[in-house]
């Protein structure tokens, strides 16, 4: 009798999540397409950049004014793709991916502030950051082998997969280690402040060395 109880509250934890997961995908679908048809009209553009500006005011004491951030440890947004960028701020607001100060941010967001911000960023050009170049060329074959084929072989990701080229590389390197450390380890995976069932089993095998070498390449990508 307990045990068909815990089945049933067990079932139906999964059906609402599955509901809520799909429920944050329609939204995202429906945002990313009113982005696309605002992106496709010059003057209508134009004005969402300038309204997405200044509600990033905020945003740039970290990430920039240009989206170009100048904390390694900071991610650019400039160059963004809006779906990831839209799928990111969600996980901040439920709580999936964890950081103090974006957790309470992305809470306040309306949908009219995401498309302004998503369009924003997405329009900044990326400014490569300048790194070691012998460091870069060691992980030059590692990349083009192992991240290509969702990143893409310059690194500007597609419409869901993250653009990283000239992200910071500090940025990228922990990025990259908490992957690999929630892959390794189940006590890690609880405490996270990010997780990914995608990144997690292709960074398990990669030691501290080869994230250095892939994170200074993905830096100087145009
Ligand atoms: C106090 C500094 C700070 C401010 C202010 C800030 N951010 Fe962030 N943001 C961060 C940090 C640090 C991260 C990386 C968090 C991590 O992965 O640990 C981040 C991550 C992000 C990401 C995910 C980027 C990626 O590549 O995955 C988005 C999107 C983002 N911020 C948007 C915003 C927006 C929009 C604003 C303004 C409304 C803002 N942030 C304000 C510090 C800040
Ligand atoms: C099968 C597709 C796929 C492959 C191959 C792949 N990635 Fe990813 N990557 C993803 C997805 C999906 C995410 C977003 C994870 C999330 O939701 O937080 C991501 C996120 C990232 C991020 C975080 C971006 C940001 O702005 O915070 C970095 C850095 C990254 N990947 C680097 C790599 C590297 C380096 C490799 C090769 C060793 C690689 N990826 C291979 C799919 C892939």
Known sequence: ?????????????????????????????????????????????KQAIEIGRERAL?????????GNSTKSDVPNLAGQNPVYLLEQIEKFADGRRKNYVMNSLAKDFSTEDKI?????????????????K????KGKQLYET?????????GAGSTSFARIAGQQPIYV??????????ANDDRLK????????????IVKQYSDNELRVISAYIAQLH
């Open 58 to 66: 905020l945003c740039s004491v970290c990430h920039g004014t240009d």
């Open 1 to 45: 009798m307990y045990n068909s109880y815990r089945l049933l509250i067990c079932i139906l934890f999964v059906l609402a999540s599955y509901q809520m997961a799909s429920a944050q995908e329609s939204d995202i679908n429906k945002i990313s397409l009113i982005i696309k048809q605002k992106q496709s009209t010059p003057t209508i553009l």
């Open 134 to 137: 012998n460091l870069a060329q």
């Open 173 to 182: 390197f922990e990025t990259l280690k908490q992957f690999r450390d929630n």
């Open 190 to 201: 609880k405490a996270t402040k990010r997780k990914s069932s995608i990144m997690e089993p």
């Open 116 to 132: 302004n911000l998503a369009i924003f960023y997405n329009n900044m050009p990326v400014k490569p950051a300048s790194v070691d």
């Open 146 to 154: 192992q991240c290509s084929s969702c990143h893409g072989k310059h």
